[in-house]
């Protein structure tokens, strides 16, 4: 799935390829978006997918918490 298919999918217009994200604490980069709407992250290397509002915050550019998913 494309970002821009991702974005309308789950009603998250910020998401953007290469933003810092978040998820259940470890931090990684955002690769892309999988076929079922799952966030494709890059943790220092090692790929996982995640479910995009459960336990995960994202970060914009200067570093600035711009949504939050915790719960």
């Known amino acids: 799935m ?24 470890n931090i990684g980069i955002l690769k892309g978006g999988d076929c079922y709407g799952l966030l494709i992250v890059d943790f ?7 479910n995009p509002k459960v336990k995960t915050r994202y970060f914009d550019k200067e570093n600035k918490m711009i949504a939050d998913y915790y719960g």
């Open 2 to 25: 494309n970002m821009s298919d991702l974005r309308e999918r789950r009603n998250m217009p910020f998401l953007r390829k290469g933003m810092k994200v978040e998820v259940n604490g």
């Open 44 to 50: 220092n290397g090692e790929i996982k997918y995640c």
